[in-house]
């Protein structure tokens, strides 16, 4: 069984940064993917970023591409998801999940944390 702890979340001004990480442990982490997925007020969860742990292969939601880095330490067992230039659409409960196949998909993890706040204020 994989155990995630998210952590980072914040408030944040428009156009700043905030570092999001999810804490990993559980057995052969190096064979799954860790995905963010956000979660806003009265809206689904959609899917933000993953990445293979294994490899390092990163796929992204189009609204973040070129202003979130997803990126994972191996010593640490931590995925970060770095989020510059935030936006008000942005704002929300982001989670981390896990799972051994690749999907932008929520319902394919298997594995969550419990989600860490992010709010944008303008």
């Known amino acids: 069984q994989v155990h995630l702890v998210e952590s980072g979340g914040g408030l944040v001004k428009a156009g700043g940064s905030l570092r999001l990480s999810c804490a990993a442990s559980?057995?052969?982490?190096?064979?799954?993917?860790v995905g963010w997925f956000r979660q806003a007020p009265g809206k689904e969860r959609e899917f933000v970023s993953t990445?293979?742990?294994?490899?390092?292969?990163?796929i992204y939601a189009d609204s973040v591409k070129g202003r979130f880095t997803i990126s994972r330490d191996n010593v640490k067992n931590t995925v970060y998801l770095q989020m510059n230039n935030l936006k008000a659409e942005d704002m929300g409960v982001y989670y981390c999940a896990a799972d051994q196949r690749f999907s932008r998909v929520e319902s394919f993890y298997e594995y969550w944390g419990q989600g860490t706040q992010v709010t944008v204020s303008s």
């Open positions: 990445v293979g742990w294994s490899a390092g292969s990163t």
């Open positions: 559980g057995p052969e982490l190096r064979t799954y993917w």
